[in-house]
């Protein structure tokens, strides 16, 4: 079983030559198990958070340990009263000093036309510490704006923080900006001053990545529904103001075929980052970007 090896350089040097990417390559891969199908990754301040769906929704942390992912102990479930409530989680927003929110997507027919999409304020730090949501849980928002499911992240447009979100599906998919000052309190994303702007995007979004110092979103998708890594990278301003998404560059990576879920690029880190997918062999990948 091959491992994967980080490598601990600079990540802001590795982004003034952003253009200049042509390869997204599959360097080491690591089986993770007891996070079900893993839906995301989040790191925060060198910390590594792997969520998922195993009989609950949870959240595990990891660590860097010489070539390996090492898990530290760390897990959160994402129960009240010792019920499901995020089942399947599908993005954790976070920016310090901001509310934190983790999405959930549930698919209620298999032909993908009815979908239940739930935004959750939570209280971080308290998750954190007692590892469930009981007493954490500040606010459930339905996402009744959305198309197919959410995915949310935070963004940075015009100096100001906002929760972006996508839909996953094959056809009207959108990008949203939600203000999270009404997030945070409000009881649906359709309600007044929530959404701030959208624009179309391109089809099978699984998770968003947000690059705060090049104005790059980065779509995590499918190539086609549930199958092979599509990573699109978009000018977020440009986006905006066309309504459509402003596509800087594509890059698929073909030698695998299964769903791929989630991508961050590694903190302190030159050309690598970490994508992971909901197969239950493999499902944490180093990549190797140059």
């Not at 690591?30 to 590594?48: E, P, Y």
């Not at 993908?112 to 308290?126: E, H, L, M, Q």
């Not at 094959?170 to 997030?183: C, F």
């Not at 979103?217 to 905006?240: A, C, H, M, P």
């Amino acid at each position: 079983m091959k491992t994967l090896v980080f490598i601990s350089v600079g990540i802001i040097s590795f982004f003034t030559s952003f253009n200049s990417i042509e390869i997204m390559k599959i360097e080491r891969s690591q089986t993770i198990d007891s996070l079900g199908a893993c839906q995301g990754v989040s790191i925060q301040n060198n910390r590594i958070f792997l969520y998922g769906d195993r009989e609950v929704g949870m959240i595990r942390e990891y660590k860097v340990m010489g070539d390996s992912l090492v898990y530290v102990n760390k897990e959160m479930r994402l129960t009240l009263n010792d019920s499901d409530i995020i089942n399947h989680p599908t993005g954790i927003a976070y920016q310090p000093s901001l509310p934190v929110f983790i999405g959930n997507s549930i698919r209620l027919n298999k032909e993908g036309t009815k979908w239940k999409a739930v935004i959750y304020c939570i209280d971080w730090k308290g998750l954190q510490r007692s590892g469930k949501l009981d007493g954490n849980l500040l606010n459930t928002i339905d996402d009744d704006t959305c198309i197919q499911g959410t995915r949310p992240e935070y963004v940075q447009y015009q100096n100001k923080w906002f929760v972006a979100t996508a839909d996953y599906g094959n056809k009207s998919n959108e990008v949203r900006l939600y203000d999270p000052s009404i997030l945070k309190t409000t009881q649906r994303t359709s309600a007044k001053g929530v959404l701030f702007k959208k624009f179309s995007c391109s089809p099978w979004v699984q998770n968003l990545f947000w690059i705060a110092d090049k104005g790059i979103l980065v779509l995590i998708q499918n190539q086609i529904e549930g199958r092979k890594w599509r990573f699109t990278y978009v000018d977020l301003e440009k986006s905006i103001l066309s309504g459509k998404e402003s596509v800087i560059k594509v890059i698929d990576i073909n030698e695998r075929n299964d769903e791929l879920e989630g991508f961050a690029f590694l903190n302190n880190s030159l050309n690598a980052g970490v994508a992971v997918t909901s197969s239950r062999v493999n499902n944490v990948n180093k990549l190797l970007i140059k």
